[in-house]
């Protein structure tokens, strides 16, 4: 399984950025996607998610009515439209992805406490909001 995200860069508060995060060689039917950002010193927060299966969509608190994370199945990437961007959204944007749900879930609300690993990481693509 290998992910790409694309997307970031540099934007004015109030500003907006999509990114997009494509998937190949998954041995799942459905993959269900999510993304995560990790702020200069500080750990890495989980920002949405969504189901592949039945389109079902958890966001964190921090983005919810500013971010939208969405399908493109033409394409077989998720994508995520960020409005309204403040400086606090400064950080590096990974998407990740597993074949189950529930576990993707706990990773982006923050309670997972298994140890169970996610089946894939992007590489992280940089978004600098500036005040």
């Known amino acids: 399984l290998q992910l790409e995200e694309s997307g970031g860069g540099l934007v004015q508060a109030g500003g907006s950025l999509r990114l997009s995060c494509r998937a190949s060689?998954?041995?799942?039917?459905?993959?269900?996607i999510g993304w995560f950002r990790q702020a200069p010193g500080k750990e890495r927060e989980g920002i949405a998610c969504?189901?592949?299966?039945?389109?079902?969509?958890v966001y964190a608190e921090s983005v919810k009515g500013r971010f939208t994370i969405s399908k493109d199945n033409t394409k077989e990437s998720v994508s995520l439209q960020m409005d309204h961007l403040e400086p606090e959204d400064t950080g590096v944007y990974y998407c990740?992805?597993?074949?189950?749900?529930?576990?993707?879930?706990?990773?982006?609300?923050?309670?997972?406490?298994?140890?169970?690993?996610?089946?894939?990481w992007g590489q992280g693509t940089q978004v600098t909001v500036s005040s």
């Open positions: 990740a992805a597993d074949g189950a749900w529930a576990p993707l879930v706990h990773h982006i609300e923050g309670t997972e406490t298994s140890g169970y690993k996610l089946d894939g």
């Open positions: 060689g998954s041995p799942y039917y459905y993959l269900h």
């Open positions: 969504i189901n592949d299966e039945d389109g079902r969509i």
